[in-house]
DNA sequence: CCAAAAGTGTTGGCGTTACACCCATGG
DNA sequence: CCATGGGTGTAACGCCAACACTTTTGG
């Protein structure tokens, strides 16, 4: 059993996610997730979180469970079960010189990692819409137009100005703090934080029968 | 590795699970959810699905990959993960003999089955916001007076009649048949079966960001 | 003074909710 | 003829989307 995580980021204004390069059999040299065996006594969470870690060197990162797949032939070395976990990172965090690559025309991935990158795709935008874990990609203190930034990126079309603010607003997950961010030749811009009380908002009402 | 099944129907106007006693050690003789190892080269799928019918004697009814549990100390046995799975049965085929209890107060569980059951039921309960699956705990033919006491227990609250039958034939994910159904002294009921179009519908348009 | 991004309100339209009566049947 | 559940339309309201200009700063 292993875990595989995909880790999402924001770098020049697209979304990435994180690779390596293995360095031992099988499919040696080939780009893969960040993977790693689950240890005896460790639970799967525990294990994602090392893995992150240790493998992508990233702390303190939103991580949950993705999905569980366990094809018989998806790896060459016998019967691996691998528990997915999507992880979100702020940009900022994203090293320099690590490997992230835009999703949008994504390397060859050894094993089943395409599938698996395209199931986090889906789970990140589909949580796009009725929660708040976009926040997650954005740097402790942040402006408003970064934020709305974030959700064009993953929608991967342009809002409203005006109607994103007021909502986003109105979800009490971001507060303002009395920070300014100056920078060029415009109206310093007011920075936000994750509201201490709603960090992490999920929209329970649906579709079908607010009624 | 293990999968577990949570199974839904409705019996008696309210939503049960299907439980088994155990006959081996550990756990023997207690309530627990219908477990199986899963073979080698089964997929995960593949074992829920088999588990489903030897364990439980459910055939054709809807599957889906539910969470993967796996802290150290939850299983006697050592370390066992175990990939729940939820699966959603009519309500006729709920064989009469079999072991349902109501959800509403489940019996004690062994193992960490009752945390697996929680979760199923918080996934069936968003669902039943957002898609159409509650439709698969219907017959074959069914009324539409049916289908809006089905979600009317998943909800547990009354809807309205008429919005409710607009909302779901607007839905398209049901379609009339020509058949009626006569019981007692009143206006026989119009029959509709599962569309063979769209039998399964999920919105993707969220709450945030319908702009 | 100019360029560039930050910030701010209102209105029309559409979708949702609330609501009450007639229909068809069996006994 | 009466009891029972099946079936149907509309109007008011609230929410959402569309839309343009002023503010503040650096150069």
Redesign the pocket.
């Known amino acids: 059993v292993t875990v595989d995580i995909v880790v999402f980021a924001i770098v020049d204004d697209a979304l990435h996610f994180l690779i390596e390069q293995r360095t031992r059999q099988p499919a040696r040299g080939e780009w893969a997730l960040p993977e790693g065996f689950v240890g005896e006594g460790e639970s799967l969470d525990r294990a994602a979180r090392r893995v992150l870690e240790e493998e992508a060197g990233v702390g303190g990162a939103h991580l949950e469970q993705l999905y569980t797949f366990g094809e018989p032939g998806r790896d060459p070395r016998g019967r691996v079960i691998s528990v997915a976990y999507l992880a979100v990172v702020p940009g900022g965090k994203a090293a320099a010189g690590a490997p992230w690559r835009p999703v949008r025309k994504p390397p060859a991935l050894a094993f089943d990692h395409g599938e698996i990158l395209q199931r986090a795709l889906e789970r990140l935008r589909t949580k796009t819409e009725y929660s708040t874990l976009p926040l997650r990609l954005l740097p402790d203190r942040f ?4 934020v709305q930034r974030v959700y064009e990126i993953l929608l991967e079309r342009p809002l ?4 994103f ?3 986003m607003l109105a979800l009490d997950a971001i507060e303002e703090t009395d920070g ?1 961010r ?1 920078e ?7 920075l936000f934080r994750l509201s201490a009380a709603r960090p992490y908002l999920i929209k329970e009402r649906g ?1 079908l ?3």
């Open positions: 402006t408003l137009s970064e409203d100005k005006r109607n603010r007021r909502k300014l100056r060029g030749a415009h109206r310093p811009a007011r579709i029968f607010p009624f």
